[in-house]
């Protein structure tokens, strides 16, 4: 069982610059989250998806945030352009069903640094 | 929106002894989980309650969940050097569209 995957683990980038975060759910895993964790807010929801269709996107800041599904085996969370209050740790993850009836498994996150 | 209010928000304890953290809420919550995140990992799913008054136990681990349904506490017992980390409550509200609401952690140290 290789969990969610995530790339890369780390990405330092400078202002402006386009930010690609790239995750694998658990194969049959039909719900899919994209979460950002800070000290100072703590881990929240962007989006998340259910069978490759977003269900809720409330969450995504501002327009410069976007997040794609195209498959069930692959998300990406794109950034552009970025800004450095965006640096925090990005974590996808994946369940079964919806949330909290069965366990999110989170990927190890990519920690974002942008200069 | 939903806040979840979880305290102590750190801890810093002898190994071998007991300890007690929990979360609370303004409005009732129809699942609680508590999570444990190790550095430079995600938080891993601990213990999982569905029902109001439910204590489930995972090994040192019990939780449970309030008879209210706006609170959760968590007990580790005779805390051992891996417990170290940042343990977060969950809470998920079917009026919220399902959401899951983290706290803010609270991050244990234990001293060997």
Redesign the interface.
Same mark, same amino acid.
């Given at each position: 069982d290789a969990g969610?995957i995530q790339s890369p683990r780390h990405e330092v980038t400078e202002m402006g610059q386009e930010v690609t975060l790239r995750c694998k759910p658990i194969s049959g895993h039909d719900y899919l989250f994209w979460y950002r964790q800070t000290m100072m807010r703590?881990?929240e929801?962007l989006i998340y998806f259910n069978n490759n269709v977003p269900i809720?996107d409330s969450g995504m800041p501002e327009d410069r945030f976007s997040a794609k599904m195209p498959n069930a085996s692959f998300s990406t969370l794109k950034i552009q352009p970025s800004e450095p209050r965006d640096s925090a740790v990005y974590?996808c993850?994946s369940s079964l069903v *919806?949330? &909290?009836?069965s366990?999110?498994?989170? *990927?190890? &996150?990519t920690r974002l640094t942008v200069t | 929106g939903q806040q979840l209010n979880q305290s102590p928000q750190s801890m810093f304890i002898q190994e071998g002894e007991d300890v007690s953290m929990n979360c609370t809420s303004s409005s009732i919550f129809?699942?609680w989980?508590w999570?444990k995140q190790d550095p430079?990992?995600?938080?891993?799913?601990l213990i999982?309650l569905y029902k109001a008054g439910e204590l489930t136990s995972n090994g040192r681990l019990t939780a449970q969940f309030g008879i209210t349904r706006k609170d959760s506490f968590l007990n580790i017992s005779a805390s051992i050097p891996s417990d170290v980390g940042i343990y977060?409550c969950?809470g998920?509200s079917f009026n919220q569209?399902?959401?899951?609401i983290?706290?803010?952690?609270t991050e244990l140290s234990v001293k060997p």
């Amino acid at each position: 069982d290789a969990g969610v995957i995530q790339s890369p683990r780390h990405e330092v980038t400078e202002m402006g610059q386009e930010v690609t975060l790239r995750c694998k759910p658990i194969s049959g895993h039909d719900y899919l989250f994209w979460y950002r964790q800070t000290m100072m807010r703590g881990l929240e929801l962007l989006i998340y998806f259910n069978n490759n269709v977003p269900i809720d996107d409330s969450g995504m800041p501002e327009d410069r945030f976007s997040a794609k599904m195209p498959n069930a085996s692959f998300s990406t969370l794109k950034i552009q352009p970025s800004e450095p209050r965006d640096s925090a740790v990005y974590f996808c993850a994946s369940s079964l069903v *919806g949330q &909290g009836r069965s366990p999110l498994h989170f *990927g190890n &996150g990519t920690r974002l640094t942008v200069t | 929106g939903q806040q979840l209010n979880q305290s102590p928000q750190s801890m810093f304890i002898q190994e071998g002894e007991d300890v007690s953290m929990n979360c609370t809420s303004s409005s009732i919550f129809n699942t609680w989980l508590w999570y444990k995140q190790d550095p430079g990992e995600g938080p891993v799913l601990l213990i999982a309650l569905y029902k109001a008054g439910e204590l489930t136990s995972n090994g040192r681990l019990t939780a449970q969940f309030g008879i209210t349904r706006k609170d959760s506490f968590l007990n580790i017992s005779a805390s051992i050097p891996s417990d170290v980390g940042i343990y977060f409550c969950a809470g998920q509200s079917f009026n919220q569209g399902g959401k899951l609401i983290f706290g803010q952690g609270t991050e244990l140290s234990v001293k060997p």
